[in-house]
């Protein structure tokens, strides 16, 4: 294609929506987390490579909650190290909405807030509260930098 050439209209695209620092999460960011729809938490390795985990995600305010059982796990000993995060979420309805998230660490809660939390994130995801009773687990309370939403105009088979 010769520069004076216009691009082919790319009918497929969306214009993702996106929100910035400081800025409250978008609505439908908002909608994908308070829903049933797993999320996909990227964590930093020592070596700077990217640690993935599928996993409940929920909100406490404007900020992402995740929660990780064990200190020892590679996620836990991640976090410990580099609190950056990056998140992305499919909607489980229709897997061409999706949100993506990156953030930071802002807090940590253990013992009876941490498990009060993860009742909540159970009850949204399974209708009752979390069977695993433990005083190790650590809920992560995710300050939001950057968020984007996008949905395709596809319709899922499924």
């Not at 993702?16 to 978008?26: H, I, K, L, M």
């Not at 064990?70 to 309805?93: E, H, M, Q, T, Y």
Request: no cysteine; net charge neutral.
């Amino acid at each position: 294609m010769s520069s004076g050439t216009p691009r082919p209209a790319r009918w497929w695209q969306t214009r993702p929506r996106s929100t910035w620092r400081g800025s409250p999460v978008d609505e439908n960011v908002r909608g994908l987390l308070e829903g049933r729809n797993f999320a996909h938490v990227a964590t930093l390795m020592p070596d700077g490579a990217p640690h993935s985990s599928v996993m409940w995600a929920g909100l406490d305010g404007d900020r992402v909650m995740a929660f990780t059982g064990s200190p020892d796990s590679r996620k836990a000993r991640n976090l410990a190290a580099d609190g950056r995060v990056a998140i992305s979420i499919v909607d489980s309805d229709n897997p061409y909405r999706t949100a993506q998230i990156r953030g930071h660490v802002a807090e940590t809660r253990r013992g009876a807030e941490a498990l009060e939390a993860m009742d909540r994130l159970a009850v949204q995801y399974t209708g009752e509260p979390f069977p695993w009773r433990t005083d190790e687990g650590t809920l992560y309370l995710i300050d939001v930098d950057w968020s984007r939403f996008a949905e395709l105009p596809f319709t899922h088979p499924g």
